[in-house]
Each structure stands twice: as structure tokens, then as C-alpha cells.
T-cell receptor, first 113, second 114 residues
Framework: DTEVTQTPKHLVMGMTNKKSLKCEQH?????MYWYKQKAKKPPELMFV???????INESVPSRFSPECPNSSLLNLHLHALQPEDSALYLC????????????FGSGTRLTVV | AQSVTQLGSHVSVSEGALVLLRCNYS??????LFWYVQYPNQGLQLLLK??????LVKGINGFEAEFKKSETSFHLTKPSAHMSDAAEYFC????????????FGKGTRLSVIA
């Protein structure tokens, strides 16, 4: 299995809703990442998990709450989002050495209404 | 800190013509460099990577890139463009220790004209 699987592919949520994005990989990667990508922009790093522990939080607002329950699974819990949070949310995983590059999922297209 | 600069936000080529997408990097340590491609409404796919072995790197879909330390460049090329190459291309850099996060350039949109 050489894929990162993200669900759902599309999500529409109201500003008072609570929802979660899910990311799963079975490549034995011990680093996992959340990126946010706005239209016509590069991905922006949000969070990094290393050995299931949060190692980097790029000053992301607390309405985004990451969770790494085990080495294969990464969640992003969403609460009280704003319309400007609408974006493509990408999950990635990698070996803990930097030279392999990342494997990205196909993303979740989030629309906040 | 590492960074990359992609020259040209949009490149347009004719089908069958040479593709050249430019990327220059800045790094205080020997970098690892990557090119990713993104098709509309999809994630990023790794095209190729430089990790201090051969300076000429061959990737998927006929793409290749050459690491030139003297020019701090890692330009992406393909001899003959296909319509299916139309996509967004991102150059990225990381440090060479631990799980240093990738830093992406702003991207170059490649259009292929029939």
C-alpha cells in the first residue's frame, strides 16, 4: 500500500458545526502532516506529527485541532470555522529521514458556509 | 532556513516543445530538493527528488532536473510536452536532517497548447 487516503473528499459545514477530517496511511511512515492550500497558492504547513506526537504547530488557530491516535491515522477536528477557512486540506506522510519526500493524499475540499 | 523561488507563475508551451520550469533554492546546508505536480482538485504527486547523489535526476512522465550548486538551481525539464502535462508544478526544499518540513515555492502553472 503506497497511498495516503483522505476522507471525506468534499465537506460543506456551517460555522457552528463540528466535523473531522481523516487521513490514513499504511506505509510505516512515522511522520504525518496537515497542509492547507488555498486556490492558486502553494500548500501551507499546519501541523507535523512525529512518532504520534505533535512536533510542529505553525501558529494555527485553535478552531483546528489535530489528533494522531496511532501511527497510521491522523485526524483534524474542526469547530467554529470561518468562511476564510474554506480550502483544500492535504495530508501527507513521510519517513523520518528527509530524503524520501512526502506522499500526499488527494485532499479534502472544505467549504465553510 | 531553506527557501525556493520559482521563476514564472505561468509557462505556456506548444505540444511537442521543450518544457523548462525554473527553481532556485536558498539553503545554509546541503538541501534536498523536490518537484511535485498537482492536477486540478488533486493532491501533490512526487515527480523527482535530489538527495545529494547524482546531480541529474530522472523522474516520472519523462521529466528530469539538474542540480547545479554553483547556480543554486534545480530546473525541471521535459524534451517534448504533452497535453497531459498541463498542471501546477511546485518546487520544494527541505533540510537534510530529521523530519524537516518541506518548504514549497509558489508554483508554476504549465499550459500546453495544441
Amino acid at each position: 500500500d503506497t497511498e495516503v487516503t483522505q476522507t471525506p473528499k468534499h465537506l460543506v459545514m456551517g460555522m457552528t458545526n463540528k466535523k473531522s477530517l481523516k487521513c490514513e496511511q499504511h506505509m510505516g511512515h512515522r511522520a504525518m502532516y496537515w497542509y492547507k492550500q488555498k486556490a492558486k497558492k502553494p500548500p501551507e504547513l499546519m501541523f507535523v506529527y512525529s512518532y504520534e506526537k505533535l512536533s510542529i504547530n505553525e501558529s494555527v488557530p485553535s478552531r483546528f485541532s489535530p489528533e494522531c491516535p496511532n501511527s497510521s491515522l491522523l485526524n483534524l477536528h474542526l469547530h467554529a470555522l470561518q468562511p476564510e477557512d474554506s480550502a483544500l486540506y492535504l495530508c501527507a506522510s513521510s519517513q523520518l529521514t528527509a530524503n524520501y519526500g512526502y506522499t500526499f493524499g488527494s485532499g479534502t475540499r472544505l467549504t465553510v458556509v | 532556513a531553506q527557501s525556493v523561488t520559482q521563476l514564472g507563475s505561468h509557462v505556456s508551451v506548444s505540444e511537442g516543445a521543450l518544457v523548462l520550469l525554473r527553481c532556485n533554492y536558498s539553503s545554509s546546508v546541503p538541501p534536498y530538493l523536490f518537484w511535485y505536480v498537482q492536477y486540478p482538485n488533486q493532491g501533490l504527486q512526487l515527480l523527482l527528488k535530489y538527495t545529494s547523489a547524482a546531480t541529474l535526476v530522472k523522474g516520472i512522465n519523462g521529466f528530469e532536473a539538474e542540480f547545479k550548486k554553483s547556480e543554486t538551481s534545480f530546473h525541471l525539464t521535459k524534451p517534448s510536452a504533452h497535453m497531459s502535462d498541463a498542471a501546477e508544478y511546485f518546487c520544494a526544499v527541505s533540510g537534510n536532517s530529521g523530519n524537516t518540513p518541506l518548504v514549497f515555492g509558489k508554483g508554476t502553472r504549465l499550459s500546453v497548447i495544441a
